[in-house]
């Protein structure tokens, strides 16, 4: 089968272009959207609750989606910004609807074989991304997480300490142990990404757990994306970079 390379997977329309400013708090930005309004600067939520650190920078180009409701404390989303010449998709609302479309395309799903999916499925306390049902291996339990850090051509995640990323990995290992199969999935959002890493200097507990899922059997998948113009483009999946985990990570780790 062919594997098209510039499928779009999702369209994510935008309105206007600005220019970062700062970013008071996790979840709210300020940008420079040059009198589109009475005043320049706007208040615009964040989606993703990662650092960003290379991407949102003040004096970096983004793009906003108007979102005015009543109920919201901001009437902007910040959509995508600019880096390496690329866009990058920085809201992490998107994340199931891009999944859900990639589950439904057999020719570049990393999974094969689905007859069906469920989201936001429970499992005892928790609740995962998503239950996939194969034809030929039955039950697998997904969890999705973004990746918008890259070093070169590494793709790396997290770009911030996350607790709640390791519990996740600890859970699908524990799906594994009861007989299930269990994978998590990367979007990596940074086209330029050759490989991936788990980003040890970071998050070493995070690694650590990614290296005991791997080893426990989990399946661990990483699919580049890009958003160019108002789509979500696949463009190809990538593996762990050249000598896994080992070569990559810190001697006192004992990984």
Avoid at 24 to 41: A, C, S
Avoid at 105 to 134: C, N, Q, Y
Avoid at 153 to 172: C, I, M, N, Q, W
Avoid at 202 to 221: H, L
Wanted: net charge positive; with cysteine; hydrophobic share 40%.
């Amino acid at each position: 089968m062919v594997v098209k390379n510039n499928m779009m997977l999702l369209e994510i329309p935008w309105n206007t272009e600005g220019v970062f400013v700062k970013r008071p708090n996790r979840f709210l930005g300020i940008v420079d959207i040059n009198g589109l309004e009475k005043t320049k600067l706007v208040e615009v939520h964040v989606h993703d609750p990662g650092r960003l650190p290379d991407i949102l920078t003040s004096g970096n180009r983004v793009r906003l989606r108007y979102a005015a409701s009543k109920k919201r404390k901001t009437r902007w989303d910040l959509i995508a910004a600019k880096n390496n010449g690329n866009w990058v998709l920085v809201h992490s609302g998107y994340h199931r609807k891009i999944c859900e479309e990639l589950f439904r395309k057999p020719e570049i799903s990393p999974f094969k074989g689905i007859e069906g999916f469920k989201a936001e499925v429970k499992l005892g306390k928790s609740r995962i991304d998503f239950l996939l049902e194969t034809n030929d291996r039955g039950k697998i339990w997904v969890e999705v997480k973004g990746c918008t850090l890259a070093n070169g051509k590494v793709a790396s995640f997290p770009d911030a300490p996350t607790t709640r990323g390791a519990r996740h990995l600890e859970e699908l290992i524990a799906i594994k142990d009861q007989g299930d199969h269990a994978a998590i999935l990367f979007l990596v959002f940074r086209p330029e990404s050759l490989c991936f890493l788990p980003n040890v200097d970071i998050d070493p507990d995070f690694s650590a757990v990614f290296r005991k899922a791997i080893k426990c059997g989990v399946e661990v998948r990483f699919l580049v994306l890009e958003y160019a113009d108002s789509g979500v483009y696949y463009r190809r999946e990538i593996p762990l970079c050249e000598g896994g985990i080992r070569e990559h990570t810190r001697p006192q780790l004992g990984l």
